[in-house]
């Protein structure tokens, strides 16, 4: 079975700097992992995804992801916060193996609060 | 705006009602799934349905249902409501082909309560 875990479900970071959510996936295939960002009464919108072109995944909104197999780490990070990127952001696998089709399947969630 | 629509955005109803949460995918895709969002349980996939077909299902209750109708919009029914069953409801489609890599795109969600 797949499963996705986020280390810590609030992460309060000051304007300017780095943010850091942590996301470790437990996989017996090779994963599709996902970052959604959920901001208040909105749906979700998809950040980046892991293809397994590249180890280094660029998102939108100066969000990136490195996917480390070693680490069974999918890390999302961002060098300057903004206000604006208060939300809270999902890590999520694709669950396609044995016959399921590709629903995702989400971690519990990390709040980001971004102080002026 | 990522091109699902969900009616109604709110529904607040009683214990032991049924209601109909409605869902129109992006122009094109035929693929859509149901997830439900709560405190307790976080966000869960409900089911799947490809071009009218289910194709998956996950931790739905037996009290719920959902269909996709010719037209690719989708119905999520639930019924016998128990306050547990509270929370926010999403509908989400991705593009033909089925490829697990697909991109799925999240209507804004119907917020139930049952009180």
């Known amino acids: 079975a797949q499963s996705v875990t986020q280390l810590g479900s609030h992460v309060s970071v000051s304007e300017g700097a780095l943010v850091l959510l942590r996301c470790n996936y437990s996989?017996?295939?090779?994963?599709?992992l996902f970052w959604y960002v959920q901001y208040p009464n909105q749906g979700l919108q998809l950040l980046l995804k892991?293809?397994?072109?590249?180890?280094l995944v660029k998102g939108i909104n100066g969000f990136e992801a490195e996917f480390k197999k070693s680490e069974t780490s999918f890390h999302l990070t961002k060098p300057s916060a903004h206000m604006s990127d208060a939300a809270e952001y999902f890590c999520?696998?694709?669950?396609?193996?044995?016959?399921?089709?590709?629903?995702?399947?989400f971690g519990k969630g990390t709040k980001l609060s971004v102080k002026p | 705006d990522s091109g699902v629509t969900q009616t109604p955005k709110h529904l607040i109803t009683a214990t032991g009602q049924r209601v109909t949460l409605r869902c129109s995918p992006r122009?094109?895709?035929?693929?859509v799934y149901w997830y439900q969002q709560s405190l307790d349980q976080g966000l869960q996939f409900l089911i799947q349905?490809?071009?009218?077909?289910?194709?998956a299902k996950g931790n739905i209750l037996e009290r719920f249902s959902a269909q996709q109708f010719p037209d690719l919009h989708s119905e999520l029914n639930l019924s016998s409501l128990e306050l547990g069953d509270s929370a926010l409801y999403f509908c989400?489609?991705?593009?033909?082909?089925?490829?697990?890599?697909?991109?799925?795109?999240f209507g804004p969600g119907t917020r139930l309560t049952v009180l």
């Open positions: 989400a489609s991705s593009p033909p082909g089925g490829d697990p890599l697909d991109t799925q795109y």
């Open positions: 349905y490809y071009n009218g077909e289910e194709r």
């Open positions: 996989s017996s295939v090779p994963p599709y």
């Open positions: 892991y293809t397994s072109a590249a180890t």
């Open positions: 122009s094109g895709d035929l693929s």
């Open positions: 999520a696998v694709s669950d396609h193996y044995g016959g399921s089709q590709g629903n995702l399947i």
